[in-house]
Nanobody, 115 residues
């Protein structure tokens, strides 16, 4: 499975960005996709995930500001990020779980929120 992420960039605090991620290759049986992020000097943390059935999960720090959506037929997900804060600055990594067992990672995309 190959994951291609896009949509990072620089935005002012309070602004919005939309990240997208597309899975290709042996992408059948993907059971969940989502986003982690890693800020400098910090551990990687889960931001949001969506299961193939549509169930979503969010980190407490982004709930109400971020929204994840997915298209199972295209194996794509998007993360709409609103009301961005400087503490949202991080490299965001798309991931996919296949058959609930194997996790694949995309390249990171940098999100920088200026104050």
């Amino acid at each position: 499975v190959q994951l291609q992420a896009s949509g990072g960039g620089l935005v002012q605090a309070g602004g919005s960005l939309r990240l997208s991620c597309a899975a290709s290759g042996s992408s059948s049986s993907i059971t969940a996709m989502g986003w982690y992020r890693q800020a400098p000097g910090e551990q990687r943390e889960l931001v949001a995930r969506i299961a193939s059935g549509g169930t979503t999960k969010y980190a407490d720090s982004v709930r109400g500001r971020f929204a994840i959506s997915g298209d199972n037929s295209k194996n794509t997900i998007s993360l709409q990020m609103n009301s961005l804060k400087p503490e949202d600055t991080a490299v965001y990594y798309c991931y996919a779980v296949k058959a609930s067992v194997t996790t694949y990672w995309g390249q990171g995309t940098l999100v920088t929120v200026s104050s």
